[in-house]
Nanobody, 123 residues
Framework: QVQLVESGGGLAQAGGSLRLSCAAS????????MGWFRQPPGEEREFAAA????????YYGDSVKGRFTVSRDNAKNTVYLQMNSLEPEETAVYYC????????????????WGQGTQVTVSS
């Protein structure tokens, strides 16, 4: 089992930034690929970013490329999502996910999910 707890959500102004954190516990964190998803109100969940267990490969959804950066600190069992130039339509619940296969995450699936953290972007 892997337990994931997101933090860092809140209110941001349009054009502003937020950094989300996801703390993992349970099975060995360093062997899991990690990802971030988001789900706006009334919409489907959307892939945002993923990072290989080594940190050496990252993937991004088209809508966040160039503005979001995913990173991880295996010593702290934590993955981060730095979000810049936020837009009101990016208001959503942001979820952290873990899976042994990064391709599963990029494909929208993962074995483990956090509870989510709300991000609200005001115009």
């Amino acid at each position: 089992q892997v337990q994931l707890v997101e933090s860092g959500g809140g209110l941001a102004q349009a054009g502003g930034s937020l950094r989300l954190s996801c703390a993992a516990s349970g099975r060995t964190f360093r062997y899991f690929a990690m990802g971030w998803f988001r789900q706006p109100p009334g919409e489907e969940r959307e892939f945002a970013a993923a990072i290989h267990w080594s940190g050496g490969m990252t993937y991004y959804g088209d809508s966040v490329k160039g503005r979001f950066t995913v990173s991880r600190d295996n010593a702290k069992n934590t993955v981060y999502l730095q979000m810049n130039s936020l837009e009101p339509e990016e208001t959503a619940v942001y979820y952290c996910a873990a899976d042994s296969n990064i391709r599963a995450i990029v494909g929208g699936k993962a074995d483990y999910w956090g509870q989510g953290t709300q991000v609200t972007v005001s115009s």
